[in-house]
């Protein structure tokens, strides 16, 4: 629908907003594409670092997955990494329509320090997360299992296994969607 810099330039809708976060280059992209039914609605890249913008999309005039920008490695400046971390918190912590985020785990990875830093933001204020584990398609049944045992522990929580390839988790998620 757009694309803004901050939460000034962001216009309310008066519909609930699900906010997708994530380190640069997890699957966020791929996971609206998914989501949607359409190979090219949200860019993606090999390049960590490409969503700069907070943009929004619409699902069936219910719903509105805001794409925030990455968090992580990117080749930006650090002024760049800290504008969108300022943005990226302000959005989260300000927007009125925010039901809860969907924090995107690389199952592919160990944890990331800065996938718990975030968690633990998220927690202090209070924040309702879903933890979706991305790349699932990459990995082997058994890896994967151990992946996802191993990011819910970390996390103590459930997490909702994905594949953008596969659809796997895709349905899952949908009634997450639509049923808060």
């Known amino acids: ?7 000034k330039e962001c216009p309310g809708y008066n519909l609930p907003e699900v906010a997708l976060i994530g380190r640069s280059n997890v699957g966020k992209s791929s996971f609206i594409n998914t989501l949607a039914n359409r190979k090219n ?26 794409d925030l920008p990455g968090y992580g490695y990117a080749k930006v400046s650090k002024n760049e990494q800290q504008s969108w971390a300022k943005n990226l918190e302000e959005y989260i912590l300000n927007r009125k329509e925010l039901k809860f985020v969907i924090q995107f785990i690389d199952a592919r990875h160990d944890v990331q320090k800065n996938d718990l830093q975030m968690r633990e933001w998220l927690d202090y204020y209070k924040i309702e997360a879903v933890t979706v584990a991305t790349k699932l398609d990459t990995m082997s049944k058994n890896n994967s299992n151990k992946s996802l045992k191993h ?30």
Request: net charge positive; hydrophobic share 40%.
């Open 1 to 7: 629908m757009i694309s803004c810099p901050n939460l």
């Open 41 to 66: 609605l949200a860019y993606t890249s090999n390049t960590p670092g490409k969503t700069r913008l907070i943009n929004l999309y619409m699902f069936e005039n219910k719903i509105i997955i805001a």
């Open 151 to 180: 990011i819910a522990q970390t996390f103590n929580t459930d997490v909702i296994g994905f594949s953008a390839k596969t659809g796997e988790g895709k349905e899952k998620i949908l009634k997450i969607l639509f049923e808060n």
